[in-house]
Nanobody
Framework: QVHLVETGGASVQAGGSLRLSCAAS???????????MAWFRQAPGNEREAVAA????????YYLPSVADRFTISRDNANNTLYLEITSLKPEDTAVYYC????????????????????WGQGTQVTVSS
């Protein structure tokens, strides 16, 4: 079973920046670069929301339109790691951020549907103060 661990969440002031990381392990018949990776977030009282996804080789990226100008997803396949860089943080970015993996490429179907992802991390908390 693929195991994902997020790190990098913190409490920061509005306007600041963060870099979240997701370390992946536990591959058997497949390699890390066979997986589409994505970041989701969930604030208290809200549904889990997809914010970004990236193809296995890192050649294509997908974003929630409302965050596309501030969020950057990337991956380091040599080290089985996924990243999310966030700039100009806003209070509405406050949430638990999760990474997830899927064998389905994001350009087929709805990449933001959480049901297509079969592996999830435990989440890392991001808190943004005004």
């Amino acid at each position: 079973q693929v195991h994902l661990v997020e790190t990098g969440g913190a409490s920061v002031q509005a306007g600041g920046s963060l870099r979240l990381s997701c370390a992946a392990s536990g591959f058997t018949h497949n390699r890390y670069d066979d997986y589409c990776m994505a970041w989701f977030r969930q604030a208290p009282g809200n549904e889990r929301e997809a914010v970004a996804a990236i193809t296995g080789g890192g050649g294509a990226k997908y974003y929630l339109p409302s965050v596309a100008d501030r969020f950057t997803i990337s991956r380091d396949n040599a080290n089985n790691t996924l990243y999310l860089e966030i700039t100009s943080l806003k209070p509405e970015d406050t949430a638990v951020y999760y990474c997830a993996s899927s064998r389905q490429p994001p350009y087929i179907g709805d990449w933001s549907d959480p049901t297509r992802y079969n592996n999830w991390g435990q989440g890392t908390q991001v808190t943004v103060s005004s």
